[in-house]
Each structure stands twice: as C-alpha cells, then as structure tokens.
C-alpha cells in the first residue's frame, strides 16, 4: 500500500523538536520519501490513498514500553485496595481462570486502546507469549514481548522455545528474555536464566524496585537491595529495562547507568497503587536511559500515554518542588524515542526516508489544542487521546477518525469481552 500524507506539519524528535511543513510517502510498511517544499502538491506517482492532513501534526507514534495487555479483564473490578490484597484477592485467582482465546480477546480490547490513543507498539509481559504475538501480528501492531519467567507459570524450557520461535515469527514480533520480579523467582531458576543471557548475549527485563516493601524483603532475604542483587548474578551485563524503578539508591543508579540498563516510568500505576514517586530527574540527571510505560489497565486504569507524559512530568516537578526541573520535550522524547530504544525498537524519533512508517497524526484544531504557542508542550500538558485522528503501524493504517481496521469486529469484540467478563467473575471456568 502506497499513502502520501500531505499537508502536514511534521514534528522531528531527532534534536531540537523542529516542525516544519511538507508531505511524507509511505511505501512497504517504510517511509519513503519526506519532502519541504512548497511545491510537493503535483505528483506523477500514483498512490493508493492521499491524505490531506489539513496542517495537523504528523509524529512518530507513542511506544509504551510495558504493559500487561491482557489484564483489560480487570480493569475497574478491584480498586482502591491495599496492593497484597488486590493481587492475592482479585489478581491470581481471576487470572487463573483465563483461556487463551480470554487472554486474545482482552488482548484485542488493549489494541484498540492503544491505536485510538497515538500506541503504536507495546513491549508486553503476560501469561501466554504465543497468543500475544498471534492477536498483534494479526491485528497489524508491534509487540514487543518479554517472557515473564516465574516460579509459578513458566519455566526456563518454556522462555529458550519462545525465544527461538517468537524471534522470527512475523516482522512485527520480537521477544526479550525476562522475568516477572526478584520475589516471585527462586535463585536457581535466575542463575540459570544468567547464563542463558550469557550465552545469547541479549538484555533481560523485570520489575524491580516498585515498592519500599519488595526492596526491604529482598534486603532482608538477600543482604542486597533488588539491583545489586540480581546484578550480581550476572543479569544485566548486557544491558536491558527494569520497570518502575521507584525505590533505588544512588548507588544501584550509578551502576543501572554502567550496564546500560532502562528505566521504565509507569507514573499512573504507581500512583494508583501508592508505590511512589520515582526519582526521574536524578535518573536524568546520572545519565540513565528513560522510557516509559503504562503498566496493566488492572494497575493503571487506562492504556494511555497522554495521560502517562502528564503524571509523569507533574510527579517530577512536585518531588523536586521546582516547576523549571524537567522540560516538556524530554518528557515526549520518552514516550517515543526512550521508550524505542528500551525495546530495541528504530528510536531516532525522526520521519525520514528508510525509517518505519509507524505515525500518528494529531488534531491540532481542537479547543485543547489552540493556540499554538508551543506544539509539543500542547501536547505533553493538554493533549489527550482525542486528539489522536489517525495510527499508522508499518505503513498500515490501523485506526482512522473514530474507524478501526485491526482484523477483527470492534463492536463484536467489545460484546465478547463483556460476556467473558461475567463468565470469569461469576467463578465459572469455562
Ligand atoms: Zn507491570
């Protein structure tokens, strides 16, 4: 498919956050050509669609660099708990009861969202990795899935099969090694996870550090805190991401900047569920690699990175109580550009010639959007998920005014999830 958007202002996230207006060409699922000139309304070639974008701002998409899916099952069923209570409780006895074609329709519930609010690839960790890289390929989204290794659910045989066949799967798929946390792993299983890593020379990705409770246990259980811990067992030494990073020391800091490890923002889940604000600006400041995500919409509730760039800054400024500590464009940049670069994504942030045509195109004529006295500023502080007129995924496009085109029936999935819903909470397992 063959598309020319013309008339757009397009935003490059590669240095200064210049816009400027031109017209992008999209061929084979890459960007083809982008052009300045005035003069780029006659064109010889023929495309399969044109798009007037009226002056609307054409951007690399939004990347969210962890999310748990499929959890849209629980969204809003158990909130305004004490976090243990809300795991045990609500959490692993829901989720036991969940089948692969439960976990593929809330899977596809998660990718409307993700379209309809600017997503255009989401690194995911859930119970079944087959199923999370046939409902993406399918839908036509970027997934980047990481095993969630754990004592409970998977094992080791299960992490080195996926990694081999999820790798080279579909052009959309890739597979990280990883595991759910320090807690829910046994030392054994971790060190031979290490040298696995070793061998494979990939990065490794978990939660870690999300709440003072989980780093004053590993302490107590290990003599480390989470970091050094796992560190010590080899498990970074080829980089990687570690999610929330609320409860760090400076010294585990300094050593996440030597191994080159990620740090995945999720403001709106620790918020939620009161874990803590993480410390963004002295992770800046030290150099560390920022991304940032939205966690699971049982923690969030929402799947939205408009949402996630506002905490996000807002948290920063009221921890450092200071309104100047972290700039508008450095937030957006993670959302795009870190939060690629964390999942081994194309991450310059630029639309240009040979770079995937993953885009969105936001409405800057909406009251929430005028005047434009500083578009990307607009975006990080006022914008929200209405403004997102249309998602491009490798030059597909899979969400347009209001219209979905993911493979499947929107209204028809919607129905199925409800009835799946009343299915799972009633305590029938079938
Ligand atoms: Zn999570």
Known sequence: ???????????????????????VCVSGGLIEKVSYDNNAGSHEEVFDRQIDCHGNLLMRGFNNAHAHSAMTFLRSRADDKPTPIWLKDDVFPNEAKLTDEDIADFQRLAIMEYVSGGIVSAMDMYLRPDVTAEVFSKAGMRAVIVSGLNDFTSSIERFQDEFVRLNSMHPLISYKAGFHAEYTCRKERLERLSEIVRELKCPVYCHLSETAFEVEDCVRRTGCTPFDYLD???????????????????????????????????????????????????????????????????????????????????LCKLAEKDAACMDASFILDMAVKGSAGCMGLEDSGQIKAGNPADMILLDLFKPNMQPLNNIVKNIVYAGNVSNVIMTMVAGRILYENGEYDLGFDTEELLAKCAARCKRIFSGDTK
């Not at 063959?2 to 017209?23: M, P, V």
């Not at 800091?253 to 080159?260: L, T």
């Open 232 to 314: 010590s067992l080899g498990l970074f030494e080829n980089g990687g991401g570690i999610y929330h990073g609320v409860h760090l020391t400076d010294e585990e800091i300094d050593r996440i900047r030597d191994r080159g490890v990620h740090v995945v923002i999720n403001s709106g889940s620790n918020c939620k569920l009161a874990s803590g604000i993480a410390p963004l600006k002295k992770m800046h400041d030290k150099g560390i690699r920022l991304a940032l995500g939205t966690d699971g919409p049982a923690s969030n509730n929402s799947l939205d990175m408009f949402r996630e760039m506002y905490l996000t800054s807002v």
């Open 1 to 23: 498919m063959k598309i020319r958007l013309y008339n757009a202002r397009i935003l490059d996230l590669s240095g200064d956050h210049n816009i400027r207006c031109g017209e």
